[in-house]
T-cell receptor, first 113, second 111 residues
Framework: AQTVTQSQPEMSVQEAETVTLSCTYD???????LFWYKQPPSRQMILVIRQEAYKQQNATENRFSVNFQKAAKSFSLKISDSQLGDAAMYFCARGGSQGNLIFGKGTKLSVKP | EAGVAQSPRYKIIEKRQSVAFWCNPI?????LYWYQQILGQGPKLLIQFQNNGVVDDSQLPKDRFSAERLKGVDSTLKIQPAKLEDSAVYLC?????????FGSGTRLTVV
């Protein structure tokens, strides 16, 4: 089975500090997309950042960046200068061969003031 | 651009009853997905439509779940009869290319 694994059910970070969320995945394809989504209590999935596997350069979006290690099938998310509004569930996802998304179980991020 | 609309937002039913969820995707998005998200887990794909054709329904429990997308726009997902383990959030998403947009989901509680 092609899976996405998030090994940290919960993480906590102090406001203004940096936190890294881990994700590993399994795939037999050479070209695919990877995503990090944020899900607040409103339930709507919000795209945080996206990485195309054929691009070696790590994606960045303001305070969010990824460490993409293709050979290791690892895709971690770094949040810098954490803010209270960053508190949410974070899901790592891989694009499937049919265009659907395969999600991990999620990491609950708490931000302490 | 309007988002993906879903209704109802919440639904409570007794086991063995039936329930239906509605989704209106973003205009022009040919692909529509229904995901089931059980508490504490990530979303799992139930069914994927391309226009009004089914691309993947391998994880849809077809003895009780059904879905349709008439005219390649709106979609409905039905459960009949519901079981306790169907309690979950049902998320609808649409995409064009590799950009996905999710609705706010329907939280179903089966008692």
């Amino acid at each position: 089975a092609q899976t996405v694994t998030q090994s940290q059910p919960e993480m906590s970070v102090q406001e203004a500090e940096t936190v890294t969320l881990s994700c590993t995945y399994d795939t037999s394809e050479s070209d695919y997309y990877l995503f990090w989504y944020k899900q607040p209590p409103s339930r709507q999935m919000i795209l945080v950042i996206r990485q195309e596997a054929y691009k070696q350069q790590n994606a960045t979006e303001n305070r969010f960046s990824v460490n993409f290690q293709k050979a290791a099938k690892s895709f971690s998310l770094k949040i810098s200068d954490s803010q209270l509004g960053d508190a949410a569930m974070y899901f790592c996802a891989r694009g499937g061969s049919q265009g659907n998304l395969i999600f991990g179980k999620g990491t609950k991020l708490s931000v302490k003031p | 651009e309007a988002g993906v609309a879903q209704s109802p937002r919440y639904k409570i039913i007794e086991k063995r009853q039936s329930v239906a969820f509605w989704c209106n995707p973003i205009s022009g998005h040919a692909t529509l997905y229904w995901y089931q998200q059980i508490l504490g887990q990530g979303p799992k794909l139930l069914i994927q439509f391309q226009n009004n054709g089914v691309v993947d329904d391998s994880q849809l429990p077809k003895d009780r779940f059904s879905a349709e997308r008439l005219k390649g726009v709106d979609s409905t997902l039905k459960i009949q009869p519901a079981k306790l383990e169907d309690s979950a959030v049902y998320l609808c998403a649409s995409s064009r290319g590799d950009g996905y947009t999710f609705g706010s989901g329907t939280r179903l509680t089966v008692v």
